[in-house]
């Protein structure tokens, strides 16, 4: 059974900081590729950031990238988003997800949530 917690959400003010951990049960097997996605009202979830399960391959949304940092813990249940110079437009609830599938091949229906955890910039 894969269960993901997300935690590290809050307010911050635009140009702030925060950082996202996400601590994982579960096989190692289900953490070939994690990830986090965001969703702000309205609007559809998207990808903000993905990696191997090393951390040696990265991949950003364009809107974040010089922003945001995805790393993995020494731990290899966790990991994290580190969110750097924060903007009104990134408020969101914010999820980690994980897959069995490597990051080439994972799709929407292959990834594990969390509960996510909200992130207000203002």
């Known amino acids: 059974h894969v269960q993901l917690v997300e935690s590290g959400g809050g307010s911050v003010q635009a140009g702030g900081s925060l950082r996202l951990s996400c601590v994982a049960s579960?096989?190692?097997?289900?953490?070939?590729?994690m990830g986090w996605f965001r969703q702000a009202p309205g609007k559809e979830r998207e990808e903000v950031a993905r990696?191997?399960?090393?951390?040696?391959?990265?991949h950003y949304a364009d809107s974040v990238k010089g922003r945001f940092t995805i790393s993995p813990d020494s731990a290899e249940n966790r990991w994290y988003l580190q969110m750097n110079s924060l903007k009104p437009e990134d408020t969101a609830t914010y999820y980690c997800?994980?897959?069995?599938?490597?990051?080439?091949?994972?799709?929407?229906?292959?990834?594990?949530w969390g509960q996510g955890t909200q992130v207000t910039v203002s």
């Open positions: 579960g096989s190692t097997a289900s953490r070939a590729c």
């Open positions: 997800a994980s897959s069995f599938r490597t990051c080439g091949l994972v799709t929407q229906s292959t990834w594990y």
């Open positions: 990696m191997t399960t090393s951390g040696g391959i990265k």
